[in-house]
């Protein structure tokens, strides 16, 4: 799934199950750091952009490897609970909603040919044993992933219509008492 729809799974989770800011922060960030192993899709833009013939693509290569697994898990947890006010609490909603993207990539982000499926090595990068590959899975840009999405952003609007404070607090706070004071003048009016 996209990594949007990641974001707003985890933030609705964190906004239910924590009690401050932080902490809800730090489980949403849970949710959506699997997808750091993506980031090499910069450098295949680049190199595409440059025209360099021979390219890596580092995508292709190390998405769904280095932290689409246990020790993504393991880093993920220990570093994001340690700087939780409620750390057994963090660090049990961190395993949560890491799990539960691991399980929405395996649902949901097939390329656009049927046999373009992305696989979760849940041991990687140490072993390509204990490979979760679903047949099934649909289409990254399939209806499934929009249906899933746009609820969770209207879910995510509604949640935060009643709160002090938003997924886009997750970012930037400033940005997100803007954002909530408008959703709440949208909401009264």
Known sequence: ???VTHLLASWIIA??????????RLVTLAGILPDADGLGMIVDI???????????????????WYLHGAFGAILTTGVLAYFARQHLRVALLCLFVF?????????????????????????????????????GQWRLDGWQNRVITITLFFWALWMASGRTDSVVG??????DRVFVDVLRKWRDS
């Open 1 to 3: 799934m996209s990594p």
């Open 15 to 24: 906004a239910k199950t924590t009690n401050n800011p932080r902490d809800c």
């Open 46 to 64: 680049a190199n595409n952009a440059l025209r360099h013939t021979e390219t890596f693509f580092y995508y292709a290569k190390y998405h769904h």
């Open 99 to 135: 799990h539960l993207h691991l399980l929405c990539d395996l649902a949901g982000s097939r390329g656009p040919s049927p046999a373009d499926l992305w696989p979760i090595y849940y041991l990687g990068p140490f072993s390509r044993h204990w490979m979760w590959i679903w047949e």
């Open 170 to 175: 997750v970012f930037n706070r400033r940005a």
